[in-house]
Every structure is written in structure tokens, then in C-alpha cells.
């Protein structure tokens, strides 16, 4: 974990959810690979071109921007619009076959609940992402779910997070940002004016409540 900022005032947590709310490399991987496969296909290339290709594409992305693009945003590249990301990911991922139910997660969203309005900020489109909250049993904690579908642009984008804000009548200095990627979850929110929290999963979203100023429920 790492701590950029927490605001002394916050009405509202901004949550990630892919390798944030929940911990689990085979899932993670599967959910890239096989849009990626899905890619390689198309192409007519085998699994492993449609890897490299893409792999090379992102690495140098991040070499000549300094800062590492999303996968979504790195198909547009190779002419996927988000649009046919978006139907990719609500055909081919399933959280069912590999997430379960978390139960020291839902307690800890309930506490960071009673005096914090959530959301969850996803680059994956609604339909997937509130899967995955059903499977790990909190979706019906988070007040807004933005996805992939609700803005068409996909994170590292102001539009999603300020949706988030709005959606909660919070200023984004009143608003904490928690994701498991620097570049796509934390560095833009800093410059919106919002907290950051970097985590490494979801064992360090267990903590996030020790860190936080105390206040009053809502």
C-alpha cells in the first residue's frame, strides 16, 4: 500500500474493483488474455502474436508517455473501438468461475459506509462489474457503479471520477480515489484535487478504515 493523500474530509471513497476488491492472479490475467485472444483471432494470429503485439504496443506507450495506457485504450490503437471492447468484455468475462464471497470485505465496506458514500469506478462495463461485486456479496453497498458503458472512456479519464463526485453532491477535495494501478486508478484523480490510495488487493482495502479521519456516521 501506498498513502498519496488523504483529504481531512471525505464524503466520498471512489473504489477500483478489478485486483482491488478482490486478490486473484489467474482472474486478473484471464480477463486481459482473453479479450486479447479475442483480438489475435481477428487478426488471424496465433494467442501468443496477439500477446506480444499488444505487450510490445503497451511498453512502448509507457516508455514514450511515461505513463502506462489501459488495455481498452490500447486496442483503440490497433482499431477496436471502446464500443467493441465493451461487448467483448460482456460476452467473455465471467467473475463467477473464479470470485467467491468475501466476508471481511463486505465488513469493511459497511464501516467505510456509514459515514462515506461509495462508488466503484470500473474499466470494465456494468454488466461484468456488478457480477464481480455479486460474486465477492457487496453490491448492494456501493450507491453507483460507473463503468466502461456508462462514459465510453476508459481510465485514466477525468469523466468517470467526476461522475463518481457528482454523483455523491461531493467536491473532489471531499473525495478518496483507491486502486491497485498508479497511472490509471491514482495519478489523475491527484490532479482533480481528490485523495489517493494505492493498493496491492484487497488486504490492503481491509486497513483503509484505520487510516481514515473518524467522524460521525451519515
Known amino acids: 500500500m501506498r498513502i498519496y493523500k488523504i483529504p481531512e474530509q471525505i464524503s466520498c471513497i471512489i473504489f477500483d474493483i478489478d485486483s482491488t476488491l478482490y486478490t486473484h492472479g489467474e482472474y486478473a490475467r484471464e480477463q486481459v488474455d482473453i479479450q486479447i485472444r479475442r483480438f489475435a483471432d481477428l487478426r488471424g494470429m496465433s494467442a501468443e502474436e496477439g500477446r506480444t503485439l499488444v505487450a510490445d504496443f ?73 457480477a464481480t461485486l455479486e460474486a465477492l ?41 483507491v486502486g491497485d494501478r498508479y497511472d490509471i486508478d491514482i495519478a489523475l484523480p491527484l490532479e482533480l484535487g481528490m485523495g489517493g490510495i494505492l493498493v496491492d488487493g484487497v488486504e490492503d482495502v481491509y486497513g483503509i478504515p484505520d487510516l481514515l479521519p473518524r467522524r460521525e456516521s451519515r
Open 58 to 130: 503497451r511498453a512502448e506507450y509507457e516508455r514514450t508517455n511515461g505513463k502506462k495506457i489501459s488495455l481498452g485504450n490500447a486496442l483503440t490503437h490497433f482499431g477496436i473501438p471502446i464500443e467493441e471492447s465493451i461487448r467483448w468484455r460482456e460476452e467473455l468475462i465471467d467473475p463467477g468461475l473464479f470470485l467467491v464471497r468475501d466476508l471481511r470485505l463486505r465488513r469493511t465496506l459497511e464501516q467505510l459506509g456509514g459515514s462515506c458514500y461509495l462508488a466503484a469506478v470500473t474499466n470494465n462495463p456494468v454488466k461484468p462489474a456488478r
Open 137 to 177: 456479496q457487496v453490491q448492494d453497498l456501493f450507491k453507483t457503479l460507473i463503468g466502461l458503458d456508462t462514459t465510453k472512456v476508459s481510465k485514466p479519464h477525468a469523466k468517470p471520477f467526476l461522475m463518481a463526485a457528482e454523483a455523491a453532491g461531493a467536491e473532489p477535495e471531499r473525495c478518496l480515489s
